[in-house]
């Protein structure tokens, strides 16, 4: 439960009822701060110090971009929630090892980039503006949250070859029960947030919200996507890389592992060395559902 989650459940259950608008507004910003902002660890450093760095001023932030390489087979990389691009270094300096330009970017309230906020609207926006900055992509390599924004981004017009997800979340619907469970707020709160949403965040888009799930609609995007996802993930449960994989069905193959958790994941070498491998492939590898480290396959 959050520090001041009895205070601000009173509050946004009251409003929710009586100021429909302000409680949407409100509840709306809480649920898109992240908790703390990541910083770079020495070990990442020395990549990113070696990046062309610029800025995009999107939706009214400053994002702080990163590239390397001489701009030919761009991949992209989607850092997850209080996280940041610099999470992701073990993939970019294996794809630049092969010959790829990794692109990257810090979120607004992540990394290096400013504001205090940011949401899946935004992930999209910046998104589309390195694809029209890079081109098409090869791959993109996505971790968490990023996985359900990058799912958004191909099905608005974003185009790459392939997809890697990493302790991926497939439905939103899971971040608004976390959300609902942390504040302990009514449903009717989710739905005046709903209502903000779709008035003021994203308007023009009818439906928009309903199209937030990775899993709704991925036929859509009509890629191969290989997708980790470790057995005792305590951010994200497996059963999020389970359903988003059939939802894909004989496109995608899940690689369930153990012991790696939700943030190991990114810096495992068998890990890396796979995605790359797959994100730099010319053509899908055989579906399925793999394991590691004695882990059994579990039914969809």
């Given at each position: 439960m959050y520090p001041m989650a009895p205070l601000v459940r009173t509050a946004l259950n009251t409003a929710a009822r009586v100021a429909p608008g302000p409680a949407g507004r409100l509840a709306f910003h809480l649920f898109v701060r992240p908790l703390g902002r990541a910083r770079q660890r020495p070990e990442e450093q020395t990549l990113f110090a070696a990046a062309r760095t610029e800025r995009l001023r999107v939706r009214g932030k400053d994002v702080v971009t990163y590239a390397w390489g001489d701009?030919?087979?761009?991949v992209l990389l989607v850092h997850g929630w209080s996280s940041r691009a610099s999470r992701l270094t073990a993939f970019a300096e294996a794809l630049i090892e092969r010959g790829y330009?990794?692109?990257?970017?810090?979120?607004p309230g992540h990394g290096e980039s400013s504001g205090r906020?940011?949401?899946i609207i935004e992930y999209r926006a910046i998104i589309r503006e390195l694809h029209a900055a890079?081109?098409?992509?090869?791959?993109?390599?996505?971790?968490?949250f990023g996985v359900l924004a990058t799912h958004l981004a191909l099905r608005d017009g974003v185009r790459a070859d392939r997809l890697v997800g990493l302790g991926g979340v497939s439905s939103f619907t899971m971040l608004?029960?976390?959300f609902r469970a942390g504040f302990g707020v009514d449903e009717l709160v989710i739905r005046r947030m709903r209502a903000h949403v779709e008035r003021r965040v994203a308007p023009g888009e009818p439906g928009i919200w309903d199209r937030f799930d990775a899993d709704g609609s991925p036929a859509e995007l009509d890629l191969p996507v290989l997708l980790f996802h470790d057995e005792a993930d305590d951010m994200v449960p497996v059963v999020q890389g389970r359903r988003l994989a059939?939802?894909?069905?004989?496109?995608?193959r899940?690689?369930?592992?153990?012991?790696?958790?939700?943030?190991?994941i990114l810096t495992d070498p068998g890990v890396?060395?796979?995605?790359?491998d797959f994100a730099t492939a010319g053509s899908a590898t055989e579906p399925a559902v793999t394991t590691r480290d004695g882990v059994s396959p579990t039914a969809w």
């Amino acid at each position: 439960m959050y520090p001041m989650a009895p205070l601000v459940r009173t509050a946004l259950n009251t409003a929710a009822r009586v100021a429909p608008g302000p409680a949407g507004r409100l509840a709306f910003h809480l649920f898109v701060r992240p908790l703390g902002r990541a910083r770079q660890r020495p070990e990442e450093q020395t990549l990113f110090a070696a990046a062309r760095t610029e800025r995009l001023r999107v939706r009214g932030k400053d994002v702080v971009t990163y590239a390397w390489g001489d701009g030919r087979r761009p991949v992209l990389l989607v850092h997850g929630w209080s996280s940041r691009a610099s999470r992701l270094t073990a993939f970019a300096e294996a794809l630049i090892e092969r010959g790829y330009s990794p692109v990257a970017f810090d979120a607004p309230g992540h990394g290096e980039s400013s504001g205090r906020a940011s949401n899946i609207i935004e992930y999209r926006a910046i998104i589309r503006e390195l694809h029209a900055a890079h081109g098409d992509f090869d791959a993109v390599v996505a971790h968490s949250f990023g996985v359900l924004a990058t799912h958004l981004a191909l099905r608005d017009g974003v185009r790459a070859d392939r997809l890697v997800g990493l302790g991926g979340v497939s439905s939103f619907t899971m971040l608004l029960a976390g959300f609902r469970a942390g504040f302990g707020v009514d449903e009717l709160v989710i739905r005046r947030m709903r209502a903000h949403v779709e008035r003021r965040v994203a308007p023009g888009e009818p439906g928009i919200w309903d199209r937030f799930d990775a899993d709704g609609s991925p036929a859509e995007l009509d890629l191969p996507v290989l997708l980790f996802h470790d057995e005792a993930d305590d951010m994200v449960p497996v059963v999020q890389g389970r359903r988003l994989a059939r939802a894909h069905g004989d496109r995608a193959r899940l690689v369930v592992t153990q012991g790696l958790g939700h943030r190991r994941i990114l810096t495992d070498p068998g890990v890396v060395a796979e995605a790359v491998d797959f994100a730099t492939a010319g053509s899908a590898t055989e579906p399925a559902v793999t394991t590691r480290d004695g882990v059994s396959p579990t039914a969809w």
